[in-house]
């Protein structure tokens, strides 16, 4: 937007009666609380979403009641401004975050105005784990009902799924339905005599890839010959395989067009999994393995084909480096949001974008949608003592990063000598041997177990001691230094007062003190608390009457 532009869209939302759904404003005179912030975005993004907007408003330097302008100092540096877009992102799912931030020097003062957009289809914005959304002017929880509203969009309206009525078996690969049915007796070896009687029609509706005879999007995907894929357009269902030096220059490609199902082992055919040997602590014996494990790749490349977005019309990559790394991408955001969500429940995901392709796949033995796939992919880099996968969501494009070698012998030598490491932990010693950042907290904990050593931002992995893990009074000295999430400590504050109407902040101090993390000390203990409450209180929950003691609102 130009200047002209953004006057313009600054006095529609001043000339509004009040904020509503997709509008807020705020006075912010010097600062504002990043995380308030951050559960705006998420709040803005989802109301947005529900009421399908393209966009939400968040303006800093405006008065909410006559909506005049204030002005705001918040920032008043570009590169700081603009460094919210990847502060906020790092605390988003899928990494979700402005589409711009403008800026306006007006006569009566400074006006930002944050342009959010609307929560991606089926997909709703949670801002460091939670969903916020709004009702009128009040930012709360994202309501159950408007929840499943977001989420249930993605199967109201499978892409994957509709029929296209002008193609028939004949635009299906024979070679492609013949490798469709070994795989499908090997996955269900009981129907093997039933699939040698049935025709080919009979065997795609069995399977589940096409409908009552009608051939799918997904049949074209899987088993189509590639002149089918015209059926499609103005969709692309293309996968290119693409290899490249240290530098990022390509040194060679290949392009595969359906059928995938035969494509998916051509691509993994192309790439080189070389023989890696490594010489382990306290060993003159070098062990040796293939760089990549075979289920990480083939496993990558179904999810690949299972959650692309084809409605985007961009081709699904694998990328090799000769540095040992292997980069997989589709169209598309990240739908359970988070990968530790996926690693920690250990839970299948519920929601799908291709629902109608993915349940054929699974029908193939291509994918689990019992949801074990990654966790899996992440075991078997603990198992190699390789670095974890890596997802970024930027884009909207899901990418996964799988390395092919030690990047730290450190890690790979604490994870040698404690197989036992719960996966919280393995997670935060690889963002240190990849240096990223991990919270004071963590970095405390860290050092308590001490596998590492320096100050941030130098932090390094040290493994000077070695102590097994596995008994139980250390499985237990883990759970007191992880803690619980704030929600918990919320929901006994409040149970607390159901049951006994009011407390003295001595109290909710009893209540708390001895689940909170033993790696707090007693002033942190107490900030915590007093943080809690004052969340609950602006958030309308509880309140503080005139003898100092904590009531429902």
Known sequence: MNTTDLKYKLEQLQSLKAENEIVEFKEAENNYDFRKLGKYFSALSNEANLLGKDCAWLVFGIENKQHKITGTQFR?????????????????????????????????????LFQIPPAPK?????????????????LGALNLEELERIRNQNTENDWSAAILSEATID???????????????????ELKEDVNIWDDLTFLNKAKITIKGQITRTAIIL???????????P???KMRWILKTVQN???????FPPPFLMAIDKIYEKIRNLKYRYLPKGTLFPNELPRYEPFNIREAINNCVAHNDYSKAGYINVVEFEDDRLVFSNNGTFI????????????PEENYRNRFLANAMFQLGLVDTRGGGIKKMYTNQIKRLFPLPDYEFEDEKTRMILTGKILDPEFSDILSHHPDLAFADVFLLDRVQKKKDITDDELKYLKKLRFVEGRKPNIYLSHLVIEPLNNEGLKAEYIRNKGFDDDYYKNLIIEYLTKWKEASRKQIENLLWDKLSDVLDEKSKKIKIQNLLQSLKKSTRIKLDKGKKWELH
């Open 76 to 112: 008043r540096n570009r590169v700081e401004l603009d460094s919210l877009k990847k502060e906020l992102a790092d605390k988003t799912s899928n990494r979700i975050t402005f589409i711009e931030i403008h800026e306006l020097i007006l006569p009566e003062g400074r006006v930002i």
């Open 122 to 138: 089926g997909i709703p914005v949670a801002f460091e784990g939670h969903f916020y959304g709004r009702d009128g002017e009040s």
């Open 171 to 189: 635009d299906l690969d024979p070679k492609a339905i013949s490798y469709a049915k070994e795989r499908f007796v090997v996955k269900f070896p």
């Open 223 to 233: 088993l189509g010959k590639s002149e089918a894929e015209n059926y499609l357009i």
């Open 235 to 237: 969709s692309i269902a």
């Open 249 to 255: 220059e390509e040194k060679d490609y290949d392009i």
């Open 336 to 347: 359970p949001g988070s990968i530790e969500k996926v690693i920690m429940q250990d839970a």
